[in-house]
């Protein structure tokens, strides 16, 4: 292969190096094309967050319920609405998705709470409930990475 020459103003001439096929366009990966936001088994999400945890779950096809009602949901003081009810073995998991706006620091001990409460109502019947905070949330593929940590998959 011969070298290319090249000329410059003023007469500077210069051979060209001939570039490797790997190295003549550096491609960088595509980001996932996520889905746009839709029903979790008939009910919309609060949140992109709780979208990407249950296209994660499917997609790991783990069974769960979508905002679990117990102690009387959203209707009774003291009720509250789990996030996730994941049908995990041997025992089903709790999962809360603690987005930054519905789960600031200021709620931080109701939110601990919260969770006591469904330990100590559910002991023996639940594995320990999981937090997934937002930042661990920013693709379904991390959110598969999280639940496969969290969950111990």
Do not use: C
């Not at 603690?98 to 100590?120: C, D, F, M, P």
Request: a positive charge; glycine letters at 8%; proline letters at 7%.
């Amino acid at each position: 292969m011969s070298a290319q020459v090249f000329q410059f103003r003023g007469g500077v001439r210069r051979s060209a190096k001939p570039k490797p096929d790997s190295m003549a366009k550096a491609v960088e990966p595509q980001k996932e094309q996520e889905p746009p936001i839709d029903t979790i088994n008939g009910i919309m999400p609060g949140s992109v967050q709780e979208w990407r945890v249950a296209l994660a779950l499917s997609r790991m096809k783990i069974s769960f319920e979508f905002q679990r009602s117990i102690f009387g949901g959203r209707s009774m003081r003291g009720g509250q609405v789990i996030d996730f009810w994941v049908y995990t073995v041997p025992l089903p998991t709790p999962v809360y998705v603690q987005g930054s706006y519905w789960h600031r620091r200021s709620k931080k001990t109701e939110n601990q709470l919260s969770i006591q409460a469904v330990k100590r109502a559910y002991k023996g019947h639940i594995l320990d409930p999981v937090e997934l905070p937002e930042e661990e949330l920013g693709s379904i593929g991390d959110a598969i990475k999280s639940l496969k940590r969290r969950l111990s998959l």
